[in-house]
Structure formats: structure tokens, C-alpha cells
């Protein structure tokens, strides 16, 4: 839940707006270690609000909110969840008086744990995950799960080639007969291809149909090279080659093609050529390393 949707829910005053799985109520900030555990909760569901100023009854009760109150709230955050999770946090006023907003993403990095726990949002309650629930959550992370919908609030739909966008469409209507509509809004069709969120589009749609990626994302590259033998020691070539995936594999193909040995085999019938290795085999590890790299890292291509 976004603070905007909390605000429009409400009419007249908090106590039409229940706790649930996505917004807790806290009377006061003097509890950081429950507010870091549904902080976390919220970051390993589908994330959500903490208000604090409100009680169990929805009663705005409202407190003093200095800027130690936030500073205290963001490094108990940063202090006590591993991975280390951000929250944004702001001052609002609710039937004239202040309460404090603690606003949380469903993550992209999940699961975390908050004192070393990890706990997932069940109704209003902080229910610890279970070791299946972890393990599969910490599996889908590993191999790269999660990074293609980190969301870029710094990209705009004018950073995407809305030409691909729809040429996509087309074979994707084709090839495997989709129902998408090549008359859509572009950031209409990318929501539906869960490439952008609540207007804000994802890591994945820079990826797949971004006209510069590497301006966002340097070290989503690939470097190809041929050797001269096992030790790597020469260079006979190379290349390092960007811009979408689409595109890096394309030209990798072409790398590939460039330098693979290809042979004839002869028999009865006629010749025909062949390659040293199944080149559908290259084909799919290709694939593989474009889509499981891991899209966190930006220490190397």
C-alpha cells in the first residue's frame, strides 16, 4: 500500500481504514524492535504502511515527531535487517494531529530478516516463514529472481524504444499466440507484461527494451573473446557488447558464428556442414547466462 491509496481510503477519519496485511497501527515509536519486525514483514509479502500516532482502535492519538524520531527509526531499520532495508518515512497530519508514516516496498531482495528472524505478513499478524518458505525465497534470489522487478524511479517511458515495445507485441501474438493489443499504451502493455508497477517500470523493462541500458545499468554487458589456446594468455579477439538483451544475444550469436569451426559430413546422400559443438547447445547457454546473471551485481559484466 502506497501512502496516496492509504489517504484516499480514508474519509473522515482513521477507524474506516482496519489493520490488515498491508497496514499495522502503532501508538508510538517506543517499540522500534516490533515496528523493524512488521518493516521487514511487510518488505517479505507485498509490503505495506506503519502508522505510528494510532491506537489498537484506530483512534488517531497522534505524538511528537522530531527529527530524532526519524533518524532513530531509520537506523533501527538499517542496524537490525540483514539484507539492510530502506523505508521511506514521512509526517502527516490525521484529524490535526501528526502521526508518523513508515512507508515499505514488497522487495525485490527477499527475504530478510529483522533481528535475525525472518517473518512474512499474515492478516495483521508477523508470522515467521517457515524453513521451506525461506529457502524458496532465498533460491529465487540466488539466481536472479527479483532483480528484473527492482523498479527505476529515475526511468521514464521516453528512456524505452517504443518500437521494440510493439514488435515484441507482434511476435509475441504470433509465435505463441498472445492476446496482446498493438493499440495499447505502451505503459499499459509493459503492466501487463509486469515490466512496470503503479506507473514505475522495472529493471527488466530497461533490459529488454531500453534504447541506452547502460546509462542505468553500466555493467549489464557482455564480453566475448577468442584465445589462442588454454591459457588464456592471447587475445586472437574480442568485443564488449551492449545494449539490450535482445541485442547482446544477437551479437554474440554473431561473435560466436564468426569463430566456431565448422566442418562438413559426408555421406550418400550429400554433405552438409556442421559445427565442433551443437550450436543449439550454445544457443541455450547463452540464453542462460543473459536471463539468470544476477542483475544486483554491478561490479562486472
Given at each position: 500500500?502506497?501512502?496516496?491509496?492509504f489517504?484516499?481510503?480514508?474519509?473522515?477519519?482513521?477507524?474506516?481504514?482496519?489493520e490488515?496485511?498491508?497496514?499495522?497501527?502503532?501508538?508510538?515509536?517506543?517499540?522500534?524492535?516490533?515496528?523493524?519486525?512488521?518493516?521487514?514483514?511487510?518488505?517479505?509479502?507485498?509490503?505495506?504502511?506503519?502508522?505510528?500516532?494510532?491506537n489498537?482502535?484506530?483512534?488517531?492519538?497522534?505524538?511528537m515527531?522530531?527529527?530524532?524520531?526519524l533518524?532513530?527509526?531509520?537506523?533501527?531499520?538499517?542496524?537490525?535487517?540483514?539484507?539492510?532495508?530502506?523505508?521511506?518515512?514521512?509526517?502527516?497530519?490525521?484529524?490535526?494531529?501528526?502521526?508518523?508514516?513508515v512507508d515499505?516496498?514488497?522487495?525485490?531482495?527477499?527475504?530478510?530478516?529483522?533481528?535475525?528472524?525472518?517473518?512474512?505478513?499474515?492478516?495483521?499478524?508477523?508470522?515467521?516463514?517457515s524453513?521451506?518458505?525461506?529457502?524458496q525465497?532465498?533460491?529465487?534470489?540466488?539466481?536472479?529472481?527479483?532483480?528484473?522487478?527492482?523498479?527505476?524511479?529515475?526511468?521514464?517511458?521516453?528512456?524505452?524504444?517504443?518500437?521494440?515495445?510493439?514488435?515484441?507485441?507482434?511476435?509475441?501474438?504470433?509465435?505463441?499466440?498472445?492476446?496482446?493489443?498493438?493499440?495499447?499504451?505502451?505503459?499499459?502493455?509493459?503492466?501487463?507484461?509486469?515490466?512496470?508497477?503503479?506507473?514505475?517500470l522495472?529493471?527488466?523493462?530497461?533490459?529488454?527494451f531500453?534504447?541506452?541500458?547502460?546509462?542505468?545499468?553500466?555493467?549489464a554487458?557482455?564480453?566475448?573473446?577468442?584465445?589462442?589456446?588454454?591459457?588464456?594468455?592471447?587475445?586472437?579477439?574480442?568485443?564488449?557488447?551492449?545494449?539490450?538483451?535482445?541485442?547482446?544475444?544477437?551479437?554474440?550469436?554473431?561473435?560466436?558464428?564468426?569463430?566456431?569451426f565448422l566442418?562438413?559430413n559426408?555421406?550418400?546422400?550429400?554433405?552438409?556442414?556442421?559445427?565442433?559443438?551443437?550450436?543449439?547447445?550454445?544457443?541455450?547457454?547463452?540464453?542462460?547466462?543473459?536471463?539468470?546473471?544476477?542483475?544486483?551485481?554491478?561490479?562486472?559484466?
Amino acid at each position: 500500500m502506497q501512502i496516496s491509496d492509504f489517504l484516499k481510503s480514508i474519509t473522515h477519519n482513521v477507524k474506516s481504514w482496519a489493520e490488515s496485511d498491508c497496514l499495522e497501527w502503532k501508538e508510538s515509536t517506543s517499540d522500534l524492535k516490533s515496528i523493524v519486525n512488521t518493516v521487514a514483514a511487510f518488505a517479505n509479502t507485498n509490503g505495506g504502511l506503519v502508522v505510528c500516532g494510532v491506537n489498537d482502535n484506530g483512534e488517531v492519538t497522534g505524538m511528537m515527531v522530531e527529527d530524532s524520531t526519524l533518524r532513530a527509526i531509520t537506523q533501527a531499520i538499517l542496524a537490525n535487517t540483514d539484507e539492510r532495508l530502506t523505508a521511506k518515512i514521512e509526517k502527516l497530519t490525521l484529524e490535526n494531529k501528526t502521526v508518523l508514516i513508515v512507508d515499505v516496498n514488497e522487495s525485490p531482495l527477499k527475504p530478510h530478516l529483522a533481528y535475525g528472524k525472518a517473518y512474512k505478513r499474515m492478516g495483521t499478524s508477523n508470522v515467521a516463514l517457515s524453513q521451506a518458505e525461506y529457502r524458496q525465497l532465498l533460491a529465487h534470489k540466488q539466481n536472479g529472481h527479483g532483480a528484473d522487478r527492482d523498479l527505476l524511479d529515475q526511468l521514464s517511458i521516453e528512456d524505452l524504444d517504443i518500437a521494440s515495445i510493439y514488435k515484441f507485441i507482434d511476435l509475441a501474438n504470433f509465435k505463441r499466440n498472445s492476446n496482446f493489443s498493438t493499440l495499447a499504451d505502451p505503459l499499459d502493455v509493459l503492466t501487463n507484461l509486469e515490466l512496470a508497477h503503479n506507473g514505475i517500470l522495472t529493471k527488466a523493462a530497461l533490459l529488454l527494451f531500453g534504447k541506452n541500458p547502460q546509462k542505468h545499468l553500466p555493467s549489464a554487458e557482455m564480453r566475448v573473446a577468442v584465445f589462442q589456446d588454454h591459457s588464456m594468455s592471447v587475445f586472437l579477439d574480442q568485443d564488449v557488447i551492449t545494449g539490450t538483451i535482445f541485442n547482446q544475444f544477437d551479437r554474440t550469436i554473431e561473435f560466436i558464428k564468426k569463430h566456431i569451426f565448422l566442418g562438413s559430413n559426408t555421406n550418400i546422400i550429400g554433405s552438409r556442414s556442421s559445427t565442433q559443438f551443437p550450436f543449439v547447445a550454445m544457443q541455450e547457454i547463452l540464453v542462460n547466462a543473459l536471463i539468470h546473471r544476477d542483475y544486483h551485481d554491478q561490479s562486472s559484466s
